[in-house]
């Protein structure tokens, strides 16, 4: 894909993504307070990030890791050991990434509201193995609830650390979409 040659700075990417969801509160509401399918509310997010990040691919549920299929070693499986060898196939929410290369910037897990405890670790999980699997190496591990009112937004940083950007995100939706 020709264009922006380099992976955006963190700065960049906080601000392009928050743009997104708040495009997504703007005019996809209905979506949202209407509890449609989750699918139906990534593929508009998916459309709004693609306006952010023009140069890049973005895709729902991309299971492809060049002409494989995506996999994760032990993903659901709390024992992660590293001579693992079973892995299991993985279908991200939301990829922005180069298809075809290895250049993946975020991967997102979007839930409507929160879920189970399990299913938000595992979607947490999820993300940091994509960030750190040598085989993916994505800049950006993003989880997002899209709660109607009250939305949330976690980025995977590495080391275990996740950096909170809900009250920004919060601040936007509540200025741009709510009047202030």
């Given at each position: 894909m020709v264009g922006e040659p380099n992976y955006p700075a963190?700065?960049?990417?906080?601000?392009?993504?928050?743009a997104a969801v708040v495009k997504?509160?703007?005019y996809d509401y209905e979506l949202l307070n209407k509890d449609a399918n989750e699918r139906?509310?990534?593929?508009?997010?998916a459309e709004h990030l693609q306006h952010e990040f023009a140069y890049w691919h973005v895709d729902c549920e991309y299971n492809r890791q060049g002409g494989n299929t995506k996999r994760l070693l032990k993903l659901f499986d709390e024992r992660i050991c590293p001579d693992a060898i079973e892995a299991r196939t993985v279908y991200p929410d939301i990829n922005v990434?180069?298809?075809?290369t290895r250049q993946n910037l975020i991967v997102i897990e979007v839930k409507k509201k929160y879920g189970s405890g399990s299913q938000v670790k595992a979607d947490k999980q999820k993300l940091k193995l994509f960030a750190e699997d040598s085989g993916y190496k994505y800049e950006h591990g993003l989880f997002l609830i899209v709660d109607p009112k009250n939305p949330t937004l976690e980025r995977y940083q590495g080391n275990?650390?996740?950096e909170d950007w809900s009250q920004i995100l919060c601040a936007a939706v509540?200025?741009?979409v709510y009047g202030g």
């Open positions: 963190p700065a960049d990417v906080k601000q392009r993504v928050i997504l509160y703007r139906s509310i990534t593929h508009k997010l990434h180069r298809r075809g275990n650390i996740w509540k200025e741009l």
